[in-house]
Protein backbone atom coordinates (compact mmCIF):
# COMPACT_ATOMS: atom_id res chain seq x y z
CA UNK A 1 0.00 0.00 0.00
CA UNK A 2 1.24 3.05 -0.65
CA UNK A 3 2.39 5.76 2.09
CA UNK A 4 3.09 9.30 2.56
CA UNK A 5 5.20 10.30 5.81
CA UNK A 6 6.21 13.48 6.48
CA UNK A 7 9.05 14.63 8.59
CA UNK A 8 10.77 17.96 9.67
CA UNK A 9 8.29 20.42 11.34
CA UNK A 10 9.07 22.15 14.79
CA UNK A 11 9.24 25.18 16.57
CA UNK A 12 11.03 28.47 15.09
CA UNK A 13 11.27 32.03 15.75
CA UNK A 14 10.21 34.57 13.74
CA UNK A 15 12.30 34.75 10.60
CA UNK A 16 13.66 31.25 11.11
CA UNK A 17 13.40 28.77 8.50
CA UNK A 18 12.29 24.99 8.58
CA UNK A 19 12.59 22.19 5.98
CA UNK A 20 9.95 19.72 5.59
CA UNK A 21 10.05 16.37 3.64
CA UNK A 22 7.21 13.78 2.63
CA UNK A 23 8.59 10.78 1.04
CA UNK A 24 6.05 8.48 -0.74
CA UNK A 25 6.82 4.64 0.19
CA UNK A 26 4.86 1.39 -1.61
CA UNK A 27 5.49 -0.52 -4.77
CA UNK A 28 3.72 -0.24 -8.43
CA UNK A 29 3.33 3.38 -8.36
CA UNK A 30 3.47 6.91 -10.13
CA UNK A 31 3.27 10.07 -8.93
CA UNK A 32 1.19 12.82 -11.03
CA UNK A 33 1.90 15.53 -9.15
CA UNK A 34 2.53 16.28 -5.23
CA UNK A 35 1.56 19.27 -2.60
CA UNK A 36 1.99 20.75 0.65
CA UNK A 37 -1.22 22.49 2.76
CA UNK A 38 -1.61 23.57 5.97
CA UNK A 39 -4.67 23.74 8.22
CA UNK A 40 -4.20 26.71 11.01
CA UNK A 41 -6.74 26.26 13.93
CA UNK A 42 -10.25 27.23 13.11
CA UNK A 43 -9.65 27.83 9.58
CA UNK A 44 -10.00 25.47 6.52
CA UNK A 45 -7.37 23.57 4.81
CA UNK A 46 -5.53 25.16 2.37
CA UNK A 47 -3.10 24.69 -0.86
CA UNK A 48 0.22 26.19 0.10
CA UNK A 49 2.66 24.73 -2.95
CA UNK A 50 2.24 21.81 -5.67
CA UNK A 51 4.83 20.70 -7.96
CA UNK A 52 3.45 18.36 -10.80
CA UNK A 53 5.77 15.95 -12.72
CA UNK A 54 7.05 17.99 -15.26
CA UNK A 55 8.56 20.17 -13.01
CA UNK A 56 6.71 22.89 -12.51
CA UNK A 57 5.45 24.40 -9.42
CA UNK A 58 2.91 27.03 -8.22
CA UNK A 59 2.49 28.54 -4.75
CA UNK A 60 -0.15 30.60 -1.98
CA UNK A 61 0.65 34.54 -3.01
CA UNK A 62 1.73 34.98 0.81
CA UNK A 63 4.52 32.38 0.76
CA UNK A 64 5.74 33.41 -2.77
CA UNK A 65 9.20 34.27 -2.56
CA UNK A 66 9.48 32.85 1.41
CA UNK A 67 8.62 28.97 0.61
CA UNK A 68 10.38 26.58 -2.03
CA UNK A 69 8.85 23.49 -3.10
CA UNK A 70 11.11 20.89 -4.61
CA UNK A 71 10.93 16.96 -5.54
CA UNK A 72 13.70 14.76 -6.05
CA UNK A 73 12.67 12.14 -8.33
CA UNK A 74 14.87 9.29 -6.87
CA UNK A 75 13.67 9.10 -3.43
CA UNK A 76 10.00 10.12 -4.01
CA UNK A 77 10.12 12.52 -1.97
CA UNK A 78 8.89 15.97 -1.79
CA UNK A 79 10.39 19.08 0.17
CA UNK A 80 9.20 22.74 0.97
CA UNK A 81 11.78 24.80 1.75
CA UNK A 82 10.28 27.58 4.57
CA UNK A 83 11.99 31.12 4.84
CA UNK A 84 11.45 33.79 6.10
CA UNK A 85 8.64 32.22 8.57
CA UNK A 86 5.88 34.29 10.22
CA UNK A 87 3.88 33.68 13.03
CA UNK A 88 1.06 33.49 10.53
CA UNK A 89 2.58 30.32 9.35
CA UNK A 90 2.14 28.37 12.17
CA UNK A 91 -0.22 25.29 11.09
CA UNK A 92 -0.36 21.39 10.56
CA UNK A 93 1.23 20.94 6.96
CA UNK A 94 -0.26 18.25 5.09
CA UNK A 95 1.68 16.35 2.00
CA UNK A 96 -0.74 15.44 -0.57
CA UNK A 97 0.16 13.14 -3.96
CA UNK A 98 -2.09 12.43 -6.93
CA UNK A 99 -0.83 9.01 -7.65
CA UNK A 100 -1.61 6.14 -10.68
CA UNK A 101 -1.22 2.56 -8.97
CA UNK A 102 -1.41 -0.40 -11.05
CA UNK A 103 -4.45 -2.02 -10.40
CA UNK A 104 -5.99 0.99 -8.19
CA UNK A 105 -6.16 3.32 -10.73
CA UNK A 106 -5.33 6.97 -9.79
CA UNK A 107 -6.40 8.59 -6.10
CA UNK A 108 -5.18 11.07 -3.94
CA UNK A 109 -3.55 10.28 -0.67
CA UNK A 110 -2.76 12.39 2.07
CA UNK A 111 -0.09 12.58 4.91
CA UNK A 112 -0.57 12.54 8.76
CA UNK A 113 0.52 16.09 8.89
CA UNK A 114 3.46 17.78 10.46
CA UNK A 115 3.21 20.82 12.92
CA UNK A 116 5.18 23.79 12.45
CA UNK A 117 5.18 26.22 14.49
CA UNK A 118 6.58 30.00 14.54
CA UNK A 119 6.91 32.02 17.73
CA UNK A 120 7.32 35.55 17.42
Known amino acids: QVQLVESGGGLVQAGGSLRISCAVSGRGFSINAMGWYRQAPGKQRELVAS???????TYKDSVKGRFTISRDNAKNTVYLQMNSLKPEDTAVYYCNADLHEWGQGRYIRWGQGTQVTVSS
Open 51 to 57: IISGGST
